[in-house]
């Protein structure tokens, strides 16, 4: 109960995420209080607040939670080895252009091992982690967070989009010094792709422009075919989406290449380690058959 209170931060939201009635939820966390001798929770206008004994709390219960799904994990990893189902955690402009394949492979040379996949926004993914949500994630790395097992998989290039009637759409490629002083849209900066971007504007003397900022990866092409700016687009995107549009020119930038690095995170104390390593191993196949302009990492 202290975990969904701490994730929700709103009573009635954490009694559905348990399944429980309001009231109920209110007097299990009255009763963890009396029981220990520390107020936990604040009442406030804008919410629900944890008190610095709440955090603590909160803390704790989440170890301890972590440490009995990792016997859970253990237990059954022991027991069925890389079968049963995984619970998969990937961000938007990922996941659909690299599990496809992932799964009609895993599906045809380990069909004991099955895959649920749900998306999430890219911050939350590691919180959700945590919280049991998901037993993996698929990420861009690095985290924030350094207390996971990481398992390394590619490097992914990022093209610079233009319109296709833009002045360096006749272009195959461009050099750095010649970014300077356009303008770049890019995702909102719920996105880890926003803070490499304004990185790279930064480095590059580009402008970003935040009044237009996409939600996906599919709204910044639209906005590059307009002629509202330009952006950087990862190659499995750009494999995937762009070869049936004509509005939009992908350009390598050359004598700088940039990329994203991308890995599978889980909690140190999950026990279905060889499971999470049969994937990795997946994904790096897949890469290595169909993806060759991204590079292999380990």
Known sequence: ????????????????????????????????????????????????ILTPAGREV???AQTVMGEVRGLEDYASDMRLGPAGTIRLGTKTTLGPYILPRLVSRLHRESPELRLYIRESAPRDLEVELYNGVHDLILVQLPLTDTDLS???????????????????????????????????LSLNPSFHLHDQVLSLCRDFGATLLRDYEGTSL????????MGMGTTFLPALYVQSELPSRDDVVVLEVVGKPIYRSTGL????????????????????????????QLVLER
């Open 265 to 292: 995170a889980w909690r140190k104390s999950a026990g279905r380690v060889s499971a999470f390593h049969l994937i990795a191993d997946t994904i790096r196949q897949v890469v290595k058959q169909d993806c060759p």
């Open 218 to 225: 599919d709204a910044l092409r639209q906005m590059v075919g």
């Open 1 to 48: 109960m202290m975990i969904s209170l701490g994730t929700e931060l709103n009573f009635r939201k954490a009694a559905e995420r348990i399944g429980v009635s309001q009231p109920s939820l209110s007097a299990q966390i009255q009763a963890l209080e009396e029981a220990v001798g520390l107020r936990m929770v604040e009442r406030a206008r804008s919410g629900t």
């Open 150 to 184: 990481v398992a390394r998989l590619f490097r992914e290039p990022l093209y610079l989009a233009v319109a296709a009637d833009h002045p360096l759409a006749s272009r195959k490629a461009i050099e750095p010094e010649l970014l300077k002083g356009l303008e770049v």
């Open 58 to 60: 909160l803390r704790r």
